[in-house]
């Protein structure tokens, strides 16, 4: 199987559209079907090519398509050659998931995080799914199989500055994904989730010697989280009580 049409619905989780979502859709357009999840609600679909779909609801992400398998990518994500053609071979195998390395270039450094997600399963009975440092995965019924032998390529800016503008956005589409999918603030969480996601970043592989740019990555990880989660909380203290009728 080649990579012009491989039966993968490849979605791309937006942020802030602009850019880096048309990079991340053309590094996709091999796949069968296109579509984008915008949970803020801020992109139309005037803004995006004729063939790509767009969603809102992350309980609706298997209805954007109709292919076989889904393909699970963030807005700063690209898909390289490699990926088309690992996720070409995973499908003619039959794999029923699979997880992706997710290297992030931040601070003109590449990091390689240890955890990988699951972003290549089965189209039914998958779902969009957040782990505990509110990376983007895929819940399926299925038994995650091997990791593809390929890994996706995150932009995590070539400055602090960039990095930072990126938090803001970063933050609300993942605290629009929170509510969608039930969630709700925890003071727990807000302690543990970001050391979690900091740890996870300082332990990641740099591919040459950087322990400042290690570290300030690994900040910007965490409070990554702890944005999210605040403007979960603001969001939903700002939401009107439901009123009950009493006959």
Known sequence: MNTADVPVLAVVVATRGGTR?????????????????????????????????????????????????????????????????????A????????????????????????????????????????????ELELRSRSTPGRALDAALLAKGGESVAAAVDALEPAGRALAALLAQLGRHPRPLALAVDPLAAFLRTLRARPTRSARMARWVAAVLTGYRVILAHAMLWEWQHAQPATVRVVA
């Open 91 to 134: 499908v003619r195998d039959g794999a029923s998931a699979r997880p992706i390395a997710v290297e992030v270039e931040m601070l003109g450094v590449c990091f390689a995080p240890r955890v990988r997600p699951v972003r290549l399963a089965s189209r039914e009975g998958s779902a969009l799914g957040l782990d505990r440092t509110l």
């Open 21 to 89: 979502l048309d990079a991340a859709l053309a590094s996709v357009d091999w796949a069968r079907e296109r579509a984008v999840l915008d949970p803020v609600g801020e992109i139309t679909p005037a803004q995006l090519p004729p063939d790509v779909r767009l969603g809102r609801d992350s309980g609706s992400l298997a209805a954007l398509g109709s292919a076989a398998w889904l393909l699970l990518l963030g807005e700063h994500e690209l898909a390289t050659a490699q990926v088309a053609a690992a996720c070409a071979a």
